[in-house]
Structure formats: structure tokens, C-alpha cells
């Protein structure tokens, strides 16, 4: 089945920075790869999702960068700010079934 | 409709005693998920719905665990002879294929209904 790993587990940058959150997936299928973000104690929230027919996506500051040949999609952060603190969880899926990462606490640091 | 709805927020129980939660998905949503969640983890996923049909149930859930969703709208997640290691958040999620657009499954969150066992 399918396999969603994702690194780092905690990451902590300074704010203005970048942050980059890289996700490998296993089954080849897999078209359908979106983002969430999940502050404390509030529900996940979709934030930027990308399908297997494209290799880039961007809003605003937000990115998304999917290599399907080497089945790895990323998630980049740029001119972070204090509200991006929070968990944030890639996912993989090829049906109804959505694979989760186990997530990434992203640090904002003043 | 402002999104799904789960209710109650909070509930406390002492071990033992049943314990059921209601989903209210998006209306023109067909698909229907409940997760649970545990501090510092990932959803982990319970059981799927594609309308009233169960479609899949994970193996991590035990027989105390049922869930319903009798009219393809609401849903019902029942936990029997609770057990402390039942206590988290339980999140219902909803998604639509019928958008016309293969390949994407857009889930919507609930609040959660956060779960303790004494």
C-alpha cells in the first residue's frame, strides 16, 4: 500500500526566512497531493494542492513542487511570518484514500 | 451550510460507558471520513463513506467501534465499553467526486469532537 513519508519532523526558522517541507510517496498511482495545516487544538485546513498533471504551484507565499519521477513533493514557505506557526501535514492519494505524512511543527522564530 | 459540524465539542466519560458522536458533512458532499487524532500525531484514518455505504473500515478499529451514515447525509460514530486509550480528538472530514475533476479529494474538517476517558 501506500507509504507517505515526510521531514523533517520539526523545523525552526527564523521569520522572514524560508521553510521547506519535503514529502516522498511510494505507490506510483498516487495523483492527488494537498497540504494541510493544523494550528493547535484547531482542525486541519487545506492550504495548496497540486495533481499529478502539473509541477509547480504557487499562492502567494505558498508553494508546491511535485517530481513524479522521483515520487517527492515539497512544500516552501517564503517571507515566513509568526501565523505559519503550526503543524503541517502532506498527503498522497490515488482513490478516495487520502495517505498522511506524520507531519512537520514549523517554528517561527522572532 | 458553513462547513461540517461535529457535536458534542468535548466529552468526558469514565471507562466503560458508550459514547456516540454526530458528523453533519458539507450537503453536497458524498463522501464521508472519520478520523481520530492523538497529541502530536497525525489523523489516522477510522472509516470511509461513499454516500450510506461503508466502504472501508481500518483494522486498527475494534468492534467497539461503529459508525452509520443511515441517509447518506449525517453520521454517527459509536464507541462501546469506552477504554482510556480511546481518548482523543475524533475528526469527521467530507469531500465531494463529483466536482468533475479526477484525481483531487478535497477534504473538509470538522472542529473534532475531543474525547476523555477516566
Known amino acids: 500500500g501506500e507509504n507517505v513519508e515526510q521531514h523533517p519532523s520539526t523545523l525552526s526558522v527564523q521569520e522572514g526566512d524560508s521553510a521547506v517541507i519535503k514529502c516522498t510517496y511510494s505507490?506510483?498511482?498516487?495523483?492527488?497531493f494537498p497540504w494541510y495545516k493544523q494550528e493547535l487544538g484547531k482542525r486541519p485546513q487545506l492550504i495548496i494542492d497540486?495533481?499529478?498533471n502539473v509541477g509547480e504551484k504557487k499562492d502567494q507565499r505558498i508553494a508546491v513542487t511535485l517530481n513524479k519521477t522521483a515520487k517527492h513533493f515539497s512544500l516552501h514557505i517564503t517571507e515566513t511570518q509568526p501565523e505559519d506557526s503550526a503543524v503541517y501535514f502532506c498527503?498522497?492519494?490515488?482513490?478516495?484514500?487520502?495517505?498522511w505524512g506524520a507531519g512537520t511543527k514549523l517554528i517561527i522564530k522572532p | 451550510d458553513t462547513g461540517v459540524s461535529q457535536n458534542p465539542r468535548h466529552k468526558i466519560t469514565k471507562r466503560g460507558q458508550n459514547v456516540t458522536f454526530r458528523c453533519d458533512p458539507i450537503?453536497?458532499?458524498?463522501?464521508l471520513y472519520w478520523y481520530r487524532q492523538t497529541l502530536g500525531q497525525g489523523p489516522e484514518f477510522l472509516t470511509y463513506?461513499?454516500?450510506?455505504?461503508?466502504?472501508?473500515k481500518s483494522r486498527l478499529l475494534s468492534d467497539r467501534f461503529s459508525a452509520e451514515r443511515p441517509k447518506g447525509s449525517f453520521s454517527t460514530l459509536e464507541i462501546q465499553r469506552t477504554e482510556q486509550g480511546d481518548s482523543a480528538m475524533y475528526l469527521c472530514?467530507?469531500?465531494?467526486?463529483?466536482?468533475?475533476?479526477?484525481?483531487?479529494?478535497?477534504?473538509?474538517f470538522g472542529a473534532g469532537s475531543r474525547l476523555t476517558v477516566l
Open positions: 472530514a467530507s469531500s465531494s467526486n463529483r466536482d468533475g475533476v479526477s484525481g483531487a479529494n478535497v477534504l473538509t
Open positions: 450537503s453536497e458532499h458524498n463522501r
Open positions: 463513506f461513499q454516500n450510506e455505504a461503508q466502504l472501508e
Open positions: 505507490d506510483s498511482a498516487s495523483n492527488y
Open positions: 497540486i495533481r499529478s
Open positions: 498527503a498522497a492519494s490515488s482513490n478516495y484514500q487520502l495517505i
